[in-house]
């Protein structure tokens, strides 16, 4: 009986947490190109609105969680790409980031709901803001760089900017190829600083 009991406690760290479910709900419903209101979100975690609330009473408030986490998952997607030039992200130089950046843009799988901050009308000013907060803290160009290399920065990042944006769209498939040929360009751009 004691032994049944300790293993409940195992179980039920395992179990993810109603919010993280109706999150999980939330962002499946946007991937499939629905609109999200609380209502939708609700009923695509099985779960009533009052409930829904209770974790996230506005849709502002659920739409900022469900940013939240997908840019969670992008920091570790990009840290991972830095890891793997045999640098800490910490460490890492704004150069080292940015080319991070454009190689998870390419390879990292994306959906439609990756596109969270434009999910919105009324809500785009405050989730963007909320991104670009997010985007300077992985891609800061510290203070003193020369401004040829800070255009050549831009340059790589809107390259990465507009990779990722396309296949999270919808636009783009799977494209290692082009993505290879995206990241020698980039480094070329980069020169010596790559």
């Not at 999910?119 to 510290?142: C, N």
């Amino acid at each position: 009986m004691a032994a049944r009991r300790a293993e409940a406690p195992a179980r039920a760290a395992h179990r993810p947490s109603a919010r993280e479910q109706m999150l999980d709900a939330a962002e499946a419903h946007l991937g499939a190109g629905g609109t999200l209101t609380l209502d939708s979100a609700a009923r695509a975690a099985e779960v009533t609105k009052p409930g829904l609330m209770y974790h996230f009473a506005t849709k502002e408030l659920l739409l900022t969680a469900i940013l939240d986490r997908i840019t969670a998952r992008y920091e570790q997607g990009v840290a991972h790409a830095v890891a793997e030039t045999g640098v800490d992200f910490a460490e890492a130089t704004a150069a080292q980031r940015h080319l991070a950046y454009l190689d998870w843009a390419g390879t990292s799988p994306l959906s439609a709901a990756d596109l969270v901050i434009f999910a919105d009308p009324k809500l785009r000013v405050t989730l963007t803001e909320r991104w670009q907060g997010q985007m300077d803290r992985w891609l800061h160009v510290p203070a003193g760089t020369p401004t040829a290399l800070r255009a050549r920065l831009l340059a790589v990042r809107l390259m990465a900017d507009g990779l990722w944006f396309d296949r999270a769209s919808g636009l783009l498939a799977e494209l290692p190829a082009e993505a290879a040929a995206l990241r020698a360009l980039a480094e070329d751009l980069l020169g010596e600083n790559a």
